[in-house]
């Protein structure tokens, strides 16, 4: 019996996430959101994690690495920016982000980092996603990473670990150009072979890799980031900011051709694609279809043995 596999990634309803600039309907309530959500403070840059407190998320490494940005740039624009992390502030899957954060930040922690709770609809985390300059998410291992999705839709630049599934909304290239097109011999980019990616994507490369597991999944690699490299990754990126040209600000400039690229077939991003996709993949599932007879005679065997299909290199 054969085995069919194609690839369907994530798809996100592009009329749901979008984009809210100067000129939409919406602007107004966009910005009355972001005043209450910023407690009224002029922030110019707004650095977002959205996703739950639990070990892997690597939140307190996120929090360590923007203080560490902090440091690189002048008190006159650190009071310019801020960090909201969108998810429980203590849970015991995670830690207590209360502790972490006054730890790093003492008398400026509720200025730098900023707590939001609510569960809203499709409508709140456009709004949210919107309110912040780019977003930010350093998981040590990641199947997908829906965040980082969601704000590409609303044309808003990320900042993530080159782990699991987000290492696929970077678009990386290989050395003609194309999309890395992965393989059994070639199943991640977590050891940077390739560098080349889109504009939108502001990537850090783990520092170091460790297997993890359990009994259900008994080996997955965990990539490990080193703060000072996000750190790095937060200061390009506010640098871009600030940037100007003819066509406008810099990084927002990228933060839209990542929204190009996750609505266009070539990504298979949005929700019409994925459903387009899905129906291709089924279609191709019946047309191909060898049915099973009406017994198996199946000999036990010992368990056949996995390794590694491309050389670990250092």
């Known amino acids: 019996m054969r085995t069919l596999i194609s690839y369907v990634p994530h798809g996100i309803n592009e009329d749901n996430f979008f984009p809210i600039h100067e000129d939409h309907e919406k602007f107004q309530e966009l910005k009355e959101f972001r005043s209450k959500l910023l407690g009224g403070k002029d922030y110019t840059f707004v650095l977002l994690f959205n996703s739950r407190n639990i070990r892997r998320k ?52 509720e200025h730098h980092v900023i707590f939001s709770q609510e569960k809203g609809d499709n409508n709140y985390m456009n709004l949210l996603y919107n309110s912040a300059t780019g977003v930010i998410l350093l998981s040590s291992n990641e199947g997908w990473g829906l965040s980082i999705t969601e704000a590409l839709m609303c044309g808003k630049p990320v900042i ?21 097109d992965m393989s059994e011999t070639f199943s991640t980019n977590h050891l ?77 991003m949005s929700a019409k694609n994925m459903c387009k996709n ?17 017994y198996e005679v199946i000999q036990v065997e010992p368990r056949k043995k996995k390794f590694v299909k491309y050389p670990i290199s250092y």
């Open 58 to 109: 690597q939140i307190p490494d996120t929090l360590l690495a923007f203080k560490t940005f902090l440091d690189q740039i002048s008190p006159e624009q650190q009071e310019k920016c801020c960090i909201v992390l969108h998810t429980q502030p203590v849970d015991d899957n995670g830690t207590d982000l209360y502790a972490v954060r006054d730890m790093l930040f003492g008398d400026k922690a």
């Open 160 to 180: 993530a670990n080159v782990t699991g599934g987000m290492q696929d909304q970077a678009r990386f290239e290989d050395e003609n150009g194309n999309w890395l």
């Open 192 to 268: 940077g072979k390739y560098t080349r990616c889109g504009k939108w994507f502001f990537p850090v490369f783990p520092s170091n890799i460790s297997i993890q597991g359990s009994p259900q999944t008994p080996y997955i690699t965990d990539d490990r980031i080193h703060f000072k490299d996000a750190a790095n990754q937060i200061k390009v990126m506010f640098g871009l900011n600030e940037l100007e040209d003819a066509e406008g600000n810099v990084l927002r400039k990228f933060g839209m051709e990542g929204r190009a690229w996750v609505t266009s077939d070539e990504s298979g």
């Open 278 to 294: 899905l129906t291709k993949s089924i279609d191709h599932l019946f047309e191909n279809w060898e049915g099973r007879e009406s």
